[in-house]
Nanobody
């Protein structure tokens, strides 16, 4: 079973940047989709980034032009670059991979935007 672990979360001031990583336990070159999601306290889990099997990336309006998802050349690590962070970006961030008909989720990493 594919296992994912996020890292790189922390506290950052509004307007700052943060880059999250998601390490995969096995190569994900044959993925169907790679996504990032977030969940604020008391809120729903919402999608913030997607990379499809063709390598195209998509984002909702709430993070478009600020967040960028990517995959390393060896297909072992996922990234989420977050720029111009806002207070409303505060949440636990999760990486997700759909591969071989199965969904895999990481345990999440906390991102807190202050000031």
């Amino acid at each position: 079973q594919l296992k994912l672990v996020e890292s790189g979360g922390g506290v950052v001031q509004a307007g700052g940047s943060l880059k999250l990583s998601c390490a995969a336990s096995e190569n994900i070159r044959d993925f169907a989709s790679v996504t990032w999601h977030r969940q604020a306290p008391g809120g729903p889990r919402e999608w913030v980034a997607l990379i499809n099997s063709a390598g195209s990336d998509f984002y909702p309006d709430s993070v478009k032009n600020r967040f960028t998802a990517s995959i390393d050349n060896g297909f072992n690590t996922l990234f989420l670059q977050m720029n111009s962070l806002k207070f409303e970006d505060t949440a636990i961030y999760y990486c997700h991979v759909y591969k071989d008909g199965l969904d895999s989720w990481g345990p999440g990493t906390q991102v807190t935007v202050s000031s």
